[in-house]
């Protein structure tokens, strides 16, 4: 594969940390990687797995790298925002939960807290933000609870009908979902969000690292994880979809549970392939430790190109310029006339406000947003064969998706 030596070594990293015992952990036990780094390549290394959002994952395998002081206090100052953040999101998590519980509405976490409960230190997860769903029925409520408690609605359904964005001073934003999946066809759509919602009363409330939460079913939570890992082709996927989704197999997916359920969910919404080839990825390069056989099969040069595609993307895209991001995103979106629209459409009412207002000038939002694009790549001021390569580039990830047999962009 072509990768660079920082991309290479993050991975060694990852797989060692991955393959220690779990008993072994924060213990003198624990076995040093079987690797050294070369001279001057930390600060590279450190860099890609800040890019990933995997900073705090591999602390025990980092730790026996034997770093210059230097490098060891920059490091553990990064891995201590990482803690300071996790904690941080969980409190005001914790606070909300608890308001949730006392009014009598059901919830569930997705992602998040919800995966890191699969790790063996649920504080090493990078944490963004808080995803919180509830049954149809109990939306409405659970949208004004949020406002009596002073959170402000930043993301107006009108704009976003997925989930309504909520901000509050000094605290995380929680994407309250009125749905989760974003699949392009509306049968497999309407599959993982009935399952999602049919799963929402049988949520266990879950102790992660000293937090109760309220976690989907196995197999619910991780069709949950691996239509993230879905979600993220092609505009950012990058190693902390895909070390949640390896915790969760570790944790649940055995030959069993794939067998009794999750293989015909997984084929219901169009990921049985990318749930085989992320696993596989997962097993050959990350360290994944599993008995299970149920991914065996897996196409290796499919997951080879699944991995060099995620260490070039980085997690929300941070490794590629953004100036770039548009020209991708149209590409993808050629996919399907459906999709297209779509995006016109969205993308137009989110930077027309008369459109957000008028339901008639939902055509004219379509133009606009093509304009937008336009003039983006004209301040881009990119020539035409950085433009041809743009769209070489995307053309080859649409060809990946493709043969991933994904159904979002």
Known sequence: MDLSAAEEYAIKIIAAESALPHAARNSASAAAPAFALPNGLWPTVRTELV????????????????????????????????????????????????????????VAVLK????????????????????????????????????????????????????????????????LHRYFSTCTDKRQADFLDQAIYDAIPRAEWTDVAGFSVPVLP???????????????????????????????????????????????????????????????????????????????????????????????????????ERSTQATRIVMHSFRSPAALVRYLYTGGRSHWAPARKHAWLAPAACIYQIGHVIRKGLARNASMGELVNDARSAQEEVDLLKRLEVTRM
């Open 218 to 320: 196995p197999l619910e939570n991780g069709l949950v994880l691996l239509a993230h890992v879905n979600q993220h082709l092609g505009s950012g996927l990058g190693l902390r979809q895909i070390l949640d989704w390896q915790m969760f197999v570790s944790a649940h997916l055995t030959d069993e549970l794939w067998e009794r359920g999750f293989r015909h969910a997984a084929q219901q919404i169009g990921m049985e392939k990318l749930a085989v080839t992320t696993t596989w990825l997962c097993r050959t390069y990350l360290g994944l430790q599993t008995a299970a056989t149920w991914f065996d099969g897996a196409d290796a040069q499919l997951a080879d190109d699944l991995l060099l595609y995620i260490m070039h993307k980085g997690n929300m895209g941070r490794k590629m």
């Open 51 to 106: 890019a990933q959002s995997v900073i705090g994952y591999p602390a025990n395998a980092i730790e026996d790298l034997e770093l210059s002081p230097a490098d060891q206090a920059e490091y553990l100052a990064l891995a201590g925002k990482n803690l300071w953040g996790w904690y941080r999101l969980m409190r005001a998590q914790d606070s909300v939960l608890a308001e949730f519980r006392q009014a009598g509405i059901p």
């Open 112 to 175: 998040g807290a919800a995966a890191a409960a699969n790790y063996p230190q649920p504080n090493s997860r990078s944490m963004g933000d808080i995803d919180l769903i509830v049954p149809p029925d109990h939306f409405d409520r659970a949208f004004a609870l949020l406002e009596r408690l002073g959170w402000e609605n930043d993301i107006e359904l009108e704009i976003n009908p997925r989930h309504a964005g909520f901000q509050k001073a000094d605290c995380p934003e929680i994407e």
